[in-house]
C-alpha cells in the first residue's frame, strides 16, 4: 500500500511539474528511467573540470562564488548586487553526470529544484538540463552516490562544412557531443549519418535549445564515426 502511495505522489510530482513548465513555455521530456545500456558506457573522468571535486564544474563554481562574495560584500553597489543576483537566477544549460543508472527520485529532485530536463542519455548516465545556476550546489546534494557531476556547457572549436552555415563542434567526456550553430539558423534541420557515402541521413532527434546566441544540440556518440550537416528545410 506505501509503495503504490509513493507511485502515486511521483507521478502527481511529475505532472505538475511538466504543467508548470509548459506554462512558462518550456519542452520537458517524460521523465522515464531508461534501460541500462546494452554497451557498458565509457565514464565521464570530470577531475579536470572539478579540481576541487565539489561535483560542480569548476566554471560554475566559480560564476556562483564571485556572485555571492558579492552579495556579502556591505561595500557592493546596487547595481553590483542586481548583476550578481541575476548571475545566480540565469537558467543555465549542463549536465547532471552519473556512474551509474539514474533513478526517478533524482530526475524528480532536479525538476522540483527548479530544473527542466531536456535530455536524458540512452548510452550513458545522466542528463541534460535547464536549471537557475544558484540552484545547482542544493540540487547537487540530492544525488545519490554514485552521482559523477555537473559539467558546464562547453563550445570548441569550428569546423566549417561547405554549407555557409558554421556548425561547432564540442567534444565533452565520456561519448557525448555538443554541436552548435547560429541562432539565425532556424531554417535548418541537423542531421547526422554513419557514412559520407550512403545516403542515410537521418534528422538528430534532439530539438535544438537556443544558448544565448546559438543554437545547440547534445547528442551521443553510438558509432566508430559520425557525420553531421545542417539541410535547409
Not at 43 to 60: H, K, M, Q, R, Y
Not at 94 to 110: G, K, M, N, V
Request: glycine share 6%.
Amino acid at each position: 500500500m506505501h509503495s503504490s502511495t509513493d507511485n502515486i505522489t511521483k507521478k502527481l510530482i511529475i505532472s505538475s511539474s511538466a504543467l508548470l513548465l509548459a506554462a512558462l513555455g518550456f519542452a520537458q521530456v517524460d521523465l522515464v528511467v531508461p534501460p541500462e545500456p546494452a554497451v557498458k558506457p565509457v565514464l565521464a573522468n570530470l577531475s579536470e573540470i572539478d579540481t576541487n571535486s565539489n561535483l560542480i564544474d569548476d566554471i560554475i563554481d566559480q560564476e556562483i562564488s564571485a556572485a555571492q562574495a558579492t552579495l556579502a560584500n556591505p561595500a557592493a553597489t546596487p547595481q553590483q548586487r542586481a548583476e550578481a543576483q541575476a548571475v545566480l537566477d540565469e537558467v543555465i544549460t549542463a549536465t547532471f553526470d552519473f556512474r551509474r543508472q539514474i533513478t526517478l527520485e533524482e530526475l524528480i529532485a532536479f525538476v522540483q529544484s527548479g530544473g527542466q530536463v531536456t535530455w536524458i542519455f540512452k548510452a550513458s548516465y545522466g542528463w541534460i538540463g535547464r536549471i537557475a545556476r544558484g540552484a545547482i550546489p542544493s540540487t547537487v546534494a540530492l544525488m545519490r552516490q554514485g552521482f559523477n557531476g555537473v559539467e558546464a556547457d562547453r563550445v570548441g572549436h569550428a569546423f566549417i562544412p561547405a554549407d555557409p552555415q558554421i556548425i561547432t563542434v564540442a567534444a565533452l567526456s565520456g561519448n557525448r557531443l555538443t554541436l552548435s550553430w547560429p541562432a539565425t539558423g532556424t531554417n535548418f534541420v541537423l542531421e547526422s549519418s554513419h557514412s559520407m557515402v550512403q545516403a542515410d541521413w537521418a534528422e538528430v532527434p534532439q530539438t535544438p535549445l537556443v544558448n544565448g546566441n546559438k543554437l545547440t544540440v547534445t547528442n551521443e556518440i553510438l558509432a566508430t564515426q559520425q557525420f553531421y550537416r545542417l539541410r535547409r528545410r
